[in-house]
C-alpha cells in the first residue's frame, strides 16, 4: 500500500511539471518518459495488488476450513474424552466385579476345603463303624453258632431239655 501511495504522488508530480507550461521539449519528453514508467509501475502494483487479493481470498478459505476442521476435532476429542470417561467407569466397575468374585472364590475355596475335611473325617467314621459292625456281626455268628447246638444237647452239657413236645428243637433261645 505504501509503494502505491508513492507512485499515485509521483504521478501526480509528473502531471504537475507537464501542466506548468513552458517546458522544454527535453523536459516534457522526460517527464513523458516518467509518466510511462509510472504507468508501467502502476500496472505492476495493480497487478500485485489483484494477486494479493486473491491470495488473501485462498488464505481466508483456508483458514474458514481450518476453523471447520478444528471445530469438528473439538467435538471429537469431547466425544473421545465421553468415552473414556465410561470405558474407566466400565473398568472400575469390572474391577469391582473381580473383587468380589474374587472373595466368593475364596470363600467357596474355604468351604469346598471344610467340606473335605468333614467328608474325610465322616469316611473314617464309617470305616470304624464298618469296622465295629463287621466285629459286631462276627461276634454274633459266634455266639449263634454256640447258641445253635445238635439236638438233645444243652449248653450247659446235661439232659435232653431243647425239645418240646412234637420232637421239634426249642426256638425261643434263638435271637
Known sequence: MARRMQMLGFLGAVVCTLALGGCKDKEKERALVEAEEARTELSKVKADLTRTRREMADLRKELDAAKET????????????????????????????????????TEQSQSVESLQKEIKQLRTLIETQQALIAEQQATIAELRKTLELPAGTTAGGGGTQGQQGGGEPNKANEP
Do not use: Y
Open 70 to 105: 478444528r471445530d469438528e476435532l473439538h467435538l471429537k476429542v469431547e466425544q473421545l474424552v465421553k468415552e473414556r470417561a465410561g470405558v474407566a467407569a466400565a473398568a472400575e466397575q469390572t474391577q469391582e466385579t473381580v473383587r468380589a468374585l474374587t472373595a466368593q472364590s
